[in-house]
Nanobody, 121 residues
Framework: VQLVESGGGLVQTGGSLRLSCAAS????????IGWFRQVPGKEREGVAC????????YYADSVKGRFTISRDNVNRTVFLAMNNLRSEDTAVYYC???????????????WGQGTQVTVSS
C-alpha cells in the first residue's frame, strides 16, 4: 500500500498550490480520502475529506472557501487545490485513506509520508 503526496513547496501569502496524492496497493474507490496537516508541537488536524464515491466533502472551517478537495478514481489520485494561502497554512500535509465496514467493527487506515507547504508573508 502506498500513498504518495506531491505538490508542496514555498509560496507567498495569497498564492496557490495544488497537492496530489497518488494511491496504489488497495481498492482506491472503496476508500474515503482525507488531507491532514501538522506543525511541530501540535496535533495533526483534518483539513478536508471526500467520500469514496465523490458524493460528499468536508472542510475544516479554517480552509472553507479557499481549499477544494477532489478525486479521480480512474487514476487513483486525490487533489487538494489551495488558494489564497495564509502563513497559518504552513504545515506538513498528509494524505489519508480510510475504510470502515457497515457496523464499524473493521477499519483500515493508510497514511502518506507528507509534503511540506510553506507560506511566506
Amino acid at each position: 500500500v502506498q500513498l504518495v503526496e506531491s505538490g508542496g513547496g514555498l509560496v507567498q501569502t495569497g498564492g496557490s498550490l495544488r497537492l496530489s496524492c497518488a494511491a496504489s496497493g488497495f481498492t482506491f474507490d472503496d476508500y474515503a480520502i482525507g488531507w491532514f496537516r501538522q506543525v511541530p508541537g501540535k496535533e495533526r488536524e483534518g483539513v478536508a475529506c471526500i467520500s469514496f464515491d465523490d458524493g460528499m466533502t468536508y472542510y475544516a472551517d479554517s480552509v472553507k472557501g479557499r481549499f477544494t478537495i477532489s478525486r479521480d478514481n480512474v487514476n487513483r489520485t486525490v487533489f487538494l487545490a489551495m488558494n489564497n494561502l495564509r502563513s497559518e497554512d504552513t504545515a506538513v500535509y498528509y494524505c489519508h485513506a480510510a475504510w470502515v465496514d457497515a457496523d464499524g467493527s473493521t477499519r483500515y487506515d493508510y497514511w502518506g509520508q507528507g509534503t511540506q507547504v510553506t507560506v511566506s508573508s
